[in-house]
Each structure stands twice: as structure tokens, then as C-alpha cells.
């Protein structure tokens, strides 16, 4: 189906894999519409219950193809607006968890995309490289956005003023992911990770992530308030029905994303 990414579902969980090794996985207009479209298959797939999002090679994500905005003239606000911001207002709106698993250099969007993923997995040869300020550029792809909310401020602005490299065991350290893996056995732990986030209540892990991204931009008196109509519909649930069932009988969950 896809020319530039892998698609397959395994136990529950979707993975999509970048897949221009040659090219360090870097984007292109194609690579943006099929991640678009995974996500949307994704989500609309009840047998998905997690989407696990990586790099083939030894790559997550270099950023842009440069080849594709150089030798001219380059309308880069609408080079956004047209490619990169639908793709991660489509990760930010589907309700169902996103896990990086950064199993390479993840570089300018690369990177921005790692941080609009739910949760960051990593490589112990994995890095970071905030590398817009290299070339004179601000960081986009959602990058202001995500990066200061995760590590704060200072050390948002520190990684984007300089474009230093961040090894994964400094990206552990700061909170910018949330695991570090040995790099033999990478795939297998991520992969491990996501199924267990897939065995758990999907509907009310979606709801989880609506709420706490608004909960970022809401005042106290809203969050409560939509924290109220999230639990409303989280307890009309099935899998709230198996939770309390399970918990009654001393017995473990099976929960089934309804």
C-alpha cells in the first residue's frame, strides 16, 4: 500500500516504520501523506490498539529531504502548513497512544516528531538533534510547542539555541524519553512496551490524552470540568465495566478497547 513507510499490525499494535534507509528516513511529500493515512488507518481499526512508530535502518528521522526544497525561492510557511502541520495535528487528535521508538538519530523534524509522539522510547545509540538553528531555521513541526512543555523552558531553549546533540542517556536524564533500551534489543522491548499498552482500556487511554493536552492549555475550573465529561464517558465503557469486575473478583483485567 505505502511507497515510503511499512504498515503491519501485530498483537494489537500498529507499526509504522519510516522507511528510507538511504536516506536517513527523511521526508518528503509522499512520506508525509502516508503517515497521515497510516494514522488514520489506524485509527479506525479496532484490532489497533497502539501504534508503535519507528525508523528502518539506523535512522528514526534526519528531517526534511533536502533535495526536495533546494535550488530556489522556498515558501517555507506554506511548505508547513501544506506538509507538516497536518501530519501532526492528525498524531495529536487520534486516540489511541503513539509511541516513539527512536531507534537512531532523530534530527529537525525528526526530532519534532519524536516529542509529538505520546511516549519516546530510545536506543542506547539513539540521539536528538535539534538541528534547525544549523541552518538559520526555527523549530517546527510542532518543536516549540512540544520540547519546552517536556524539559522546560531553559533547557527547551538551550537545545534550540545551540542544536547541540543530546545522547540518549542525556535525553533519559531530562525527561525528553521515557525509556532507554540496549541497542540489540531494542525493537523487542519497544515492541513489548506497546503491547502492553495495547492489552489496556484503549477508549479510556484515548480520552486520557485528550484530556491531559487540553488539561495544558485549560485553567483549573476547565480542566475539572472536562475531566468530569472524560470520566462520564470512560465509566459508559466496557472495559470500566471488566475493570471493577476483575478488581471484585481478585482477578486479572481483559480488557477489549470497547
Excluded at 495544558?216 to 464517558?233: I, K, N, V
Amino acid at each position: 500500500m505505502y511507497e515510503t513507510i511499512l504498515y503491519e499490525v501485530s498483537e494489537g499494535v500498529a507499526i509504522v516504520t519510516l522507511n528510507r534507509p538511504d536516506k536517513f528516513n527523511a521526508f518528503t511529500e509522499v512520506m508525509h501523506k502516508e503517515i497521515i493515512a497510516a494514522l488514520k488507518q489506524a485509527q479506525k481499526d479496532d484490532a489497533v490498539r497502539c501504534i508503535l512508530l519507528t525508523g528502518a535502518g539506523r535512522a528514526f528521522n534526519a528531517g526534511q529531504d533536502l533535495s526536495e526544497v533546494s535550488g530556489g525561492d522556498v515558501d517555507f510557511g506554506g511548505f508547513l502548513r501544506e506538509r507538516y502541520n497536518p501530519m501532526i495535528l492528525q498524531m495529536h487528535k487520534t486516540e489511541k497512544p503513539i509511541v516513539a521508538a527512536v531507534n537512531g538519530v532523530a534530527a529537525g523534524a525528526g526530532m519534532s516528531v519524536a516529542l509529538a509522539c505520546d511516549i519516546r522510547l530510545a536506543s542506547e545509540k539513539a540521539s536528538f538533534v535539534n538541528a534547525f538553528v544549523g541552518i538559520g531555521l526555527v523549530p517546527d513541526s510542532g518543536g516549540c510547542y512540544f520540547l519546552p512543555r517536556i524539559v522546560g523552558i531553559g533547557k527547551a531553549l538551550e537545545l534550540a539555541m545551540t542544536g547541540e546533540k543530546v545522547s540518549a542517556q542525556e535525553a533519559l536524564g531530562i525527561g525528553l524519553v521515557n525509556q532507554v533500551y540496549p541497542a540489540e534489543s531494542f525493537m523487542e522491548d519497544a515492541l513489548a512496551y506497546a503491547r502492553k499498552l495495547a492489552a489496556l482500556p484503549t477508549r479510556a487511554i484515548g480520552l486520557i490524552k485528550r484530556a491531559m493536552y487540553k488539561g495544558l492549555e485549560m485553567g483549573l475550573e476547565e480542566t475539572l470540568a472536562y475531566e468530569a465529561y472524560a470520566q462520564e464517558a470512560a465509566g459508559s465503557t466496557a472495559d470500566h465495566k471488566e475493570g471493577v469486575a476483575a478488581f471484585m473478583e481478585k482477578r486479572a483485567p481483559r480488557f477489549t478497547g470497547r
